[in-house]
């Protein structure tokens, strides 16, 4: 109610084009989202899905949301993301963490934003457990033969038992996949069978393979 009210005082304006549509994510941009086409998993990964191609809107909204701090951007492309992923087969839901410097800096993890927008019934659950160890430089600054460099190692599985065996692992962007694939090496390493990378989105031009 008081959201409301507060909305019709001060209309969201959105994150995609910038008006003032009293919406988050407007229609107009939602309804120019595409689909993300089906790819081979970069390696190190199981599997690999992205919805939607990382372009116009959608990428002017994960700036918004990552470098803007405007958390809640991560609710409506979060609802996106459940919506055009469906129902998710794994025993559990992990988050790619920040290291804790970033989640200081930036006061969230926009990966687990996202993944929370995932918990509904049917699909299974979001878990902890997994910690960045070590600060990394940002991957988008990276030439993608430093990406992978970057990150391995950068990744710890610190829960008290062993993660369960399928995992689907969550980020906002995948673009070489290396540092889902680094993720997927640590949750590997502690006992995990399969690791099935999700992310909103992935840039068109990205190549598929670090090698
Ligand atoms: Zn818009």
Known sequence: MLECILNWLFPDRCAGCRRLTGDLFCAACRARLRPYPPFAPPAGLDAAWVAFRYEGSLVAAIHQLKYGRRRRVAHVLGDLLAAAAGPLVADALIAVPLHADRLRERGFNQA????????????????????????????????AHDRAANVTGAFVWVGRSP?????????????????????????????????????????????????
């Not at 689907?168 to 673009?175: E, G, K, N, Q, R």
Request: no cysteine.
């Open 112 to 143: 687990a934003e996202l993944a929370a927008r995932l918990q509904r019934p049917g699909n299974p659950p979001l878990i902890d457990g997994l910690v960045r160890v070590r600060a990394t430089h940002r991957q988008a600054r990276l030439a």
């Open 163 to 211: 993660p369960p065996p399928r995992l689907i692992l969550i980020d906002d962007v995948l673009t070489t996949g290396a540092t889902l694939a680094a993720g997927a090496a640590a949750l590997r390493a502690a006992g995990a069978q399969s690791v099935t990378a999700l992310a909103l989105a992935r840039s068109v031009i990205a190549k598929t393979s670090v090698q």
